[in-house]
Structure formats: C-alpha cells, structure tokens
C-alpha cells in the first residue's frame, strides 16, 4: 500500500505519531540519526584544495610562472626563486580571501535556509526544514514551500503548484481522504504534498512521510542543473574594464619594452620588465577583492538584520530612490490591541495595553460585561473564526499567528471568555483570508448541531454583503440609516489612528450549500472592532533620514484610508501637500496618468497586493529605482519587479523570501534605511580601492615609461614591481573594503544606477595621483643614481621605497572624495595595521641580508629615509588643498 491509499490514522500508526501530539524529541533524535537530513544533495562542496589550486589559474599567475620557466632555464636562479616566493605569497593571501568570501556567502544561505512548523511534543515550533523527519506533523499555509513530502491530514481550501515537479504549472487543489486507485502518478496523488512544492492557497496539515533524497524531489534531483554563481552589474563592469585595461596595458608593456631594447637594455631584463609590468598594470586582483568587499558588507548587513541573498542588490541598494513599505508590522509595531468597539449603535471602550489580558470594557464610564446586548456573541464569534493562539513566554503574553487574530483573543479574554468554549464547536468549512479578499469566514457548528456562519474583514468589504443588522433586540434589516451609522463610526475609528474589522454572522440550515461563492452573502453585521497598532519608534527618524539622502518613503497598505492617512502623519511621512490614493481609486487609473502624479503620492490605502505591481512600474516609468516590501504569496510578482525586493524574515512566506534581494529578519523598516546606507557604503568604497589600485599601477608604469625614454637604467626591477603589486598593495586594497562611510553618507541623493565606475571625479583622480607617484619615484632614483652606475642598487632601492610609501600614504588620501585632511587617519584600524604590515615587509626587504640580492636593493640610511618620506607624502598632499 502506498501512503496516499492509506487513511491518515493507518499512517498515524505506522510512523509512530498522532496529529494531536506530534513526534516526541526522543523519536526525532533517533529518526534524525536513522535517515539523516532532509536535504536535496545536489552540491558538493569545493575542496580546500581546489581553491588554494583555482589561484594559480589566473591568466597573470601563468604568465608570471612560464617567466619563471624562462629565467630557471636562462640560469637566473635567483630571478626564478623570487617569482617564486612572490606567486606563492600572492597565491596565499588569494587563498584566503577567497575563504573568507565563501564562509560568509555559507553563513548567508544557511540563514536564508527555509523554516517549517512542525509539531513535537504537542507544541508547535519553527525549526530549520533540513531537520524535519519522518513522521513529524507539519502545518503549511499559503506561501509555505512545503519542507518534505507529506500525507495531508486536514486541508482548508489548500492549493498546491507542483510545476517544478510536474511541469504543470496550474495549482492543483489537496484534500486529506485517502485514495484507493494504484499506480498514481505524483500530479493525481492528491491528498500528499511534496517537498519544495508550492502553497498557493488556502492551509493544511500532514505527516512527513519522506525527506532529504527519499523525496519525489530527491528521485529527480540528481536531474537537476546546478545554480551558476551569477555576477553582480559591477563585477561585470569591472570584468568589460578589465578587458580594456588589459590592452592598454599590453601596449604600453610594449612600448616599454620597445623602448627599453632599442635604448640598448639587455633582451632578458627587458623581457622580464615587460612580464612584471604587465601583471603590475593589470588589476587581475581587483575582482577578487570586490567580492571580498560585497560579502563582507553582506556581514555587516547581517549585523544589522537584513539578509543579502542576491549580491546584486548590495550595489543597487545604493541607488535605491524610493521606498515603497507595507505599514503593519514594518512601520508599526504589529501589536494589535482591540480599544474600541461599536456595537448596537454604540461605541465600547477596551483598556488594557498589547496582548495582556487585562482589561475591561466600559460604556462611557461605566464597566460592562457579558450581559450587554450582543457583546458576548460578538467576542465569541471573533474568537472562533481565528488561527491565532495566545501563548505564554517568560511570563509574557505573545500571540502566535496573526496578530489582528491575536487582538481578538486578547478582547475575549477581557470579557472572561475562556479559549476551552473552543471545545463547544467544530469547524465545518472555513474560508481563508488574504490581502484580496480582505476577509475570513468559519462555517461552525455549535453543540445542539445549529449551523451559522461567521465572517469577518474589512467593513468596507462586509457592509455590502449584510442585508441584516443586530441590535439590542435582536436581528434587524439594514436601513440607511444604520449604513450610515456604521460609515461614521468607521470614520470616527479610522482618523484615531485605528484598523477597522467588521464582523458578521448567517444562521445556515442543515442542508444549506457551501458554495464558498454564495456563502459570504446576506449577513448580518454585528458590529466593528477599532485596534490599535502603534508606529515603531524607530521609524519617523529612519523616514527623516532618508528623506535627507534623497530618498521618498511611501506607505502601501490594506488598512483603510483614514486609519493609513493618520498613521502616515504620525510618522512624518505624508506632507501637507502629499496624495493619498486609495486601491479604488488604482483601478479606475491607467498606468500612463498613475505615473503623472505618483510622485506627489506617498500613502496607498486599501490595495491589493496586485496594485503594488503598477505601483512598482509607474515609480520605475518615472526614472526611479524601487525597493518594495512584501510578505504574502501574492506580493511576489511586485517583489520580483521591483529593483530591491524586500521580503519580511519574520512574518514572509517562503515565496517572497525567494522572490526578494534583501530579507529584514526583524521586519523593521528602519533596517530598510541600515541597509541602503549600508549598500552605499559599499559601493563608496569600492571606488576607494578602485582607485588605490589603479593610482597605483599608473604610477609604476609611468615611473618606467619615463625612465626608459630618458635613456635611462630600468628605476624598478622586475621582482620589486611584483612585490609592490602581488603582495605589499594587496592589504591596505582590502582594509579600505572595510572602511567606515562618510560621515554625509546620508547627505547626498542616491546614486545614478547609470553611472560609471570613475564618475565623480574618480578618474581624475586615478590618473592625477598616479602621475605624481610615478613623477616623485622617478625623480627619487634619477637624484639618487647621479648618473653613475655604481649607485644603481642604492638608486633602485630609493625609487621602489619612494612608490610604495607614496601609495601607502596614498591609501589613507582614497578614504574620503575631498582630500586626504578631511578625515582621521588612525579612524580605519584594519588600514593603520594593513599598512604597518606593508612597511614591514618592505623593511624586510630592505634590510634582511639574504632578500638584498634577490630584491636587489640595499640598506638605506636616515638621510635617505627623509627624502623617500618628503617625496612620498606630496602626491597626496598636494591635492589636499585644492580638493579636486
Ligand atoms: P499592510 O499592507 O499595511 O501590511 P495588511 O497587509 O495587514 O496591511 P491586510 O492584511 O491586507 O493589510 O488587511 C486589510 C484589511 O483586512 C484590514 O484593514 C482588516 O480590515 C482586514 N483584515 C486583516 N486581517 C484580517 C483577518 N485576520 N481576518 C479578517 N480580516 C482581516
């Protein structure tokens, strides 16, 4: 027999597990040791050695390697074991780079891992999905990947899209009976859920019946392509200028060379100079070291609790210039808390503060309690048509699942009202809300088998749908009036800041259809709950923020327009003369007249998920780069559309988990702002290390470009050019990775996505800076070498010193795009000791006897050390006071 023909209590018995209990933690270890985790193995990891290998691929390495070949063959010993040594060190500190890099991107993905709620010892938890087993009891809800594969137990209208299993990518509808046919294909196994399968509606539980490789999934996996690492918009510009760099610095190795020959240089040492040169001029590290900077960004991110999961989003971030944010639960606090109640007529009022349980509803001064008309009911029925639960941690009340839901609970147990009157009635048919529908129903059955139904949703949404209303005597027909009665008390709740729920019930006969499309009509209002959500406090100072970096903050939300408008003036967000557009409204608008005004827009009250879409696409029409927030199944589409989709780690499905860039592990919106600023921090200091780098190499060219047309002896040799680009740049490179960002950071407007990496001045920079350090080492060696051949050594020892100081002192003028005085040098401790040890190394090379030979240099006294510091300190300096 196969799972799906088996009742759910036969597979209950078989695994060892009752729905009511779960598994207990002894059977998980045991079940956990017997078939290991539940994942898919489709990626082997890349084995240590592989990587230190990988850094011995690079065309440059090569390169350098067979002019290691032609040395030892030519007798050069010493040149051979130089380059040796040199491709070794560089070899290590790419090893390690690369380490780092990877851990971090492990730690990312294992923190995006998806999560399943299992049931173990009659308590429901979330635990990671790879340590589900068989036989746990898993709930899954709309937006769910579902965790391994499942017998389904109980389904609430549960839909499931199988296409990355079955090709087809209609959702397919689950029900919990057993099937008696054999042979069933996975796409007609209608009552199992399978792993990483899809909920599009509705929820359900089921027993896990496999996992990891013993999955449908897993049968297929081995099937499947491996995920190709893709390459961020900046690594593929760098990559396109690498290209161009490579050529100019080919022809100019060329030159050199040329040059150098016909100025009577032997062919060897020319040969060599170009090899050198070439690896000097061509930043093959660069892309390296960017994605050292993008992942150890990523971390700091982390810090502050936004999850990078595509690396992409950390350069786009920067140029975010509108912030389209859900309000409950990212602006506010998510605490909802029942204070107003309007009822027969009249408004109750709820004390109490959050999910504590005490509290008493007045009238006007006076208490009231169950024996108020209708109040009893009302309570009740909000209590029973609801999924969440109230529980107890550390001795605080804290609501699992939805926490309008939660708000219910909390205003029943005021009333006295215990959560055991649950055990009373038993749920017939339930229809689930979302963010369209706006509403939830409950067909139940009370213990004398009297059926009724109850809704409850937006008013705007139930209103219609009531025909009846109640009163303190009993059931009435809807008049005018009364709509109107409700209309004000709608109004007066929403302009107090408060979200609005109506709820409503229908008396059902026996034999009455549950056609879900005809249920939700004819009711009769009872009356409205007003809740109460505050801002997080956080938040008006993040909307200020960004609004001084150039960046517009906008409310999207399903709450009604009033309740929006009076959060979004709390918060500072909505000016005076900013729109409000309701999802009506959306409708009604072609896309062409949204764009027209979306700039005047800041709050979107009552839409749909739906409407974020256009609202993505008319901000985008209009030259403006989106991040957008979501956290249901149906925010997807926008999430994906957007620039910088944002899902919630708390409270988002697994599909907008996938679907976003960035996920904010405490929903917060303030960590939308962290991150932007992040993102342009990153990015800023690219550009620093960009520069560094290229400075650099345009001053070591230069410096022999000069040299060898004045005719004259080489100012650097081979193995010094190699040492400053391969071991001594590479540090400090990575040390302005981690830089603090300026402090007006936060100032600028957002970046243009546009723009090229040398914008802003950047390329002068590179090229101003490089000049002057390979103008001061040429003129360093040419007053050192006094024409005279046997100061060669000396003067080559001087040149080399003079660049790489020059660039060291250079390092600390790239932190910042006005000058190298604008900020405190010792403020970046990683760059004061990245270039402590540079300097170190290059005394070792100065002064450790046996290095003399193989680096050709020779030990330098006071008198030299003052010029070489004199020289090295004007390239930086000298800009410093025209701030170009
Ligand atoms: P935001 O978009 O700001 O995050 P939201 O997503 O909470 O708001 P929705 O969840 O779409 O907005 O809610 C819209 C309306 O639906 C609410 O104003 C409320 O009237 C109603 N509503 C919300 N939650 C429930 C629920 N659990 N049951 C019934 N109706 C609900």
Redesign the pocket.
Known sequence: MKWYQMDADVVEQKLHVTTKHGLTDRQVEQRRKQYGPNRLETEKNTSKWLIFLKQFQDFMVLILLAATLIAGMLGEYVDAIAIMIIVLVNGFLGYFQEQKAEKSLAKLKEMSAPVAVVLRDGTWEKVPSTEVVVGDVVRINSGDRIPADIRITQANSLETEESALTGESLPVMKHATSISQDRLDAQDQVNMGFMNTLVTRGSGTGIVVGTGMNTVMGQIASLMVKTEKTTTPLEHKLAELGKILIAVALLLTALVVLVGVYQGHPVYNMFLAGVSLAVAAIPEGLPAIVTVALSLGVQRMIKKKAIVRKLSAVETLGCASVICS???????ENQMTVKEVFLNGKFLYVTGDGYDVKGNVFLNKNKVDRDFPNLEPMFLYGML????SLMVKKGKNYVDG?P??GALLVAARKLGLSHQLHDNYRIIKELP????R???SMVVEDENKMRFLIT????D?LLPRSNYVMKEHGRKLMRSEDKQAFDQAIDNMADKAL????IAMKPLAKDESLNAATLEKDLSLIGLYGMMDPPRKEVKTAIEESRDAGIKSV??????EK??RAIATELNLLPENGRVLNGYQLNNMPIAELRDIIDQVYVFA????EHKLKIVKAFQEEGHIVAMTG??VNDAPAIKASDIGISMGESGTDVTKEAASLVLMDDNFATIKSAIIEGRNIYENIRKFIRYLLASNVGEILVMLLAMLMAMPLPLVPVQILWVNLVTDGLPAMALGLDKSEEDVMKRGPRNPKEGIFARGLGFKVVSRGILIGVVALIAFMLAYEGNPDNLIYAQTIAFTTLVMAQLIHVFDCRSEQSIFARNPFENKYLVLAVLSSVLLLLVVIYWEPLQPIFHTTALGLRDWMLILIFSFLPSVFFGFSKK
């Open positions: 859900d309000k409950t639960g990212t602006m506010t048509c609801n999924h969440a939805d309008t839901d809300f979302d963010s369209d706006k509403r939830m409850k949703g937006a008013p949404v979200r609005t729920l109506a409310m999207i939300t399903g709450d009604h309740t929006a009552r839409v749909t998920p956290d249901g």
